[in-house]
């Protein structure tokens, strides 16, 4: 009898839901850094997008306010993946052999981990009101490709185990 398939249910979430809390590399010491809104009340989509977003680095002090206007999200395949506040790169970031890999943060790693690891991926039903083209939804196509599972796993993994030596 064959083991039961790992499954994956889209929450729909998208990439905003991740904004919130950002690894990022510290422009002055290049360990890793956080980016997080100052405010922790749920807001609506708009008004959190804009918040006030301080960077914190634990390893030389360094602290910084963003209070800005407009945010400008990692645009492209081939320049590296940014925070869209302070424009530093992000810290959970590889390159494979078919493109950049990249997260803002644990959770969304996780979510990603969840999603490639899974034989079976389930969305909602195209009648449910809501987010149509999600976080996973808008994934490139060889990070979906069953033929990439181990590639991509392993470089969840590596992204993974940069945070845990770097803490």
């Known amino acids: 009898m064959s083991p039961e398939p790992t499954r994956f249910r889209d929450r729909r979430s998208t990439a905003y839901d991740f904004i919130g809390s950002v690894l990022v590399r510290c422009p002055r010491c ?17 008004t959190r997008l804009f918040a006030p977003r301080r960077l914190v680095c634990r390893a030389c002090g360094l602290s910084r ?16 993946a940014r925070d869209p506040y302070f424009r530093l790169p992000l810290w959970l970031q590889v390159e494979t052999r078919h493109g950049g890999l990249w997260a803002y943060n644990l959770e969304q790693l996780d979510l990603l981990g969840r999603f490639v690891g899974a034989s079976l991926r ?29 590639e991509v796993l392993r470089a969840v993994d590596r992204l993974r185990a940069s945070v845990v030596t770097a803490g």
């Open 30 to 46: 290049t360990r890793i850094a956080h980016v997080e809104a100052h405010r922790t009340t749920e807001e609506a989509l708009p």
């Open 65 to 80: 306010t963003w209070q800005g206007r407009s945010i400008e999200f990692s645009g492209g395949r081939h320049s590296p």
């Open 122 to 150: 389930e969305r909602a039903p195209w009648y449910d009101t809501g987010q149509k083209m999600t976080y996973v939804a808008r994934l490139p196509t060889w990070i979906k490709n069953a033929k990439n599972r181990d």
